[in-house]
């Protein structure tokens, strides 16, 4: 039959693609590519402070929009059931939901394409035609396949609960989720605190994203706060796209952050990769919504059944502690200022400071990283990092988050929409500064 074929092309493909993963695992201990402009200049452009305004409200779901002029960004709340929540996400911003699943579809099937016609040459012909004729489905699909015994079925809930609102293809949507693990990204972060920063009781947490400006995500900006029914889970803010479900930014009531870095220059000690397990991005979330220390987190990543090479990060408040983690299928390390890796003169150890630039072993990003932090050592805040931090390393092009996580206030920024003014990349544009306290104490409308 023909779902038996293509049951059959897809474990075919499968298995070549485990091969391929290994076959063409990156060269252990190269380096990583390009360095800051050494032009580059401070981020002077003004914070934005104002409140979050009002919008609409339907069941489940409020809307607010936060920020001035182009550098505006949507605010959306959630209440219910996973798909409850998913529906009155799809139903409050359907026209943006929808734009959002469609042009993020086609803009990666067309990406695949070019991968097929450009990269993927020494695929055998009959794995290449598949590829060809199923586009995002044959690389996202896979993806599903292989992690679904491994993913929380409230998520396929949420999902189908945004597909029923928008009338989007659910295969789009899924596929759309599975992209993180297909192709990762570049990214930056540091957690500090102690004698670091300038209010020696705080933690301040950085997650910069580094990945594809030319794609459509930018276009769609939202943080989305999600109210879990009681029992549920913590109210926690994901801070990505509209009609985006999994976390790869985002922080939680209980104090706690993510920040994440894909890593494509390990060293030996990452072990192997697999793409048998839980999507990182649903990981993160399950941080967000279920975990209340981060000794919480270091339980869920050590005990989850892990996929691709990753730097994590996890902050908690509370205690005003941070870890990075170097994350593989085979391993899971735990690092603190006094034992982070990798170890080498362009990645000095400083009291207070956890940090990594770009990816594992990247050099240029994380020596200038490091002189950067070590100039405004003892006086380290959200607005020093804005200006003298990342506009100088050049990390965050897609967009940033800056925790505070005693005060639990949020400074952030994305890249230049297609129809905005001004710089592309999100650490030149304007921040926006968010109390996040007042967000999860909103009321269900």
């Not at 804005?386 to 940033?400: A, E, K, N």
Request: charge should be negative; proline fraction near 4%.
């Amino acid at each position: 039959t023909n779902s038996a074929d293509r049951m059959q092309k897809c474990c075919a493909l499968l298995l070549l693609g485990l091969l391929v993963v290994v076959a063409t695992e990156p060269a252990r201990a190269a380096y990583c590519h390009g360095k800051p402009d050494p032009g580059a200049q401070p981020n002077l452009n003004a914070i934005f402070t104002g409140e979050p305004k009002f919008v609409k409200s339907i069941k489940n779901a409020k809307l607010y929009t936060v920020g001035d002029g182009e550098d505006e960004i949507s605010i959306v709340h959630l209440w219910g059931t996973p798909y409850e929540m998913g529906y009155a996400h799809g139903a409050i911003m359907k026209d943006k939901a929808s734009a959002m699943i469609k042009s993020v579809t086609s803009y990666l099937d067309s990406q695949i394409q070019e991968a097929i016609n450009g990269t993927l040459k020494k695929w055998p012909s009959t794995i290449t035609k598949f590829l060809a004729e199923e586009g995002l489905d044959g690389a996202c699909g896979l993806t599903a396949m292989a992690t679904k015994k491994y993913t929380g079925s409230y998520f396929f809930d949420e999902m189908r609960g945004l597909a029923d609102a928008t009338g989007a293809n659910y295969r789009d949507i899924l596929n759309i989720h599975m992209i993180g693990e297909v192709t990762k990204g570049a990214c930056s972060m540091f957690g500090a605190w102690g004698d670091a920063v300038k209010s020696t009781g705080n933690l301040l947490q950085l997650r910069a994203l580094d990945w594809d400006v030319e794609g459509p995500f930018k276009n769609f900006p939202q943080i989305t706060v999600y109210h879990p029914n009681d029992g549920e889970g913590n109210t926690f803010a994901n801070i990505g796209w509209t009609g985006w479900v999994g976390s790869i930014t985002g922080m939680s009531e209980k104090q706690m952050a993510i920040s994440e870095i894909g890593v494509t220059f390990p060293d030996d000690t990452f072990g192997k990769e697999s793409r048998f397990g839980t999507p990182f991005t649903f990981l993160l979330r399950d941080i967000l919504q279920f975990d209340n220390t981060i000794d919480d987190a270091i339980n869920r990543i050590s005990n989850s059944k892990r996929t691709c090479n990753l730097i994590l990060g996890v902050g908690d408040g509370k205690l005003g502690e941070f870890r990075s983690v170097q994350y593989s299928a085979s391993v899971a390390n735990f690092f603190d200022d006094e034992n982070m890796l990798p170890a080498a003169d362009w990645h000095p150890r400083m009291k207070n400071i956890v940090y990594h630039g770009m990816d594992w072993n990247c050099p240029s990003f994380s020596e200038v990283l490091a002189r950067q932090l070590k100039s405004i050592y003892g006086n380290i805040t959200a607005p020093n990092v804005i200006r003298d931090v990342l506009s100088i390393v050049q990390t965050g092009d897609l967009h940033i988050a800056l925790y505070d996580l005693t005060d639990q206030v949020l400074h952030t920024a994305n890249a230049k929409s297609d129809s905005e003014q001004g710089p592309l990349k999100a650490f030149d544009r304007s921040f926006v500064r968010i109390d996040m306290k007042p967000l999860w104490a909103e009321q269900m409308p």
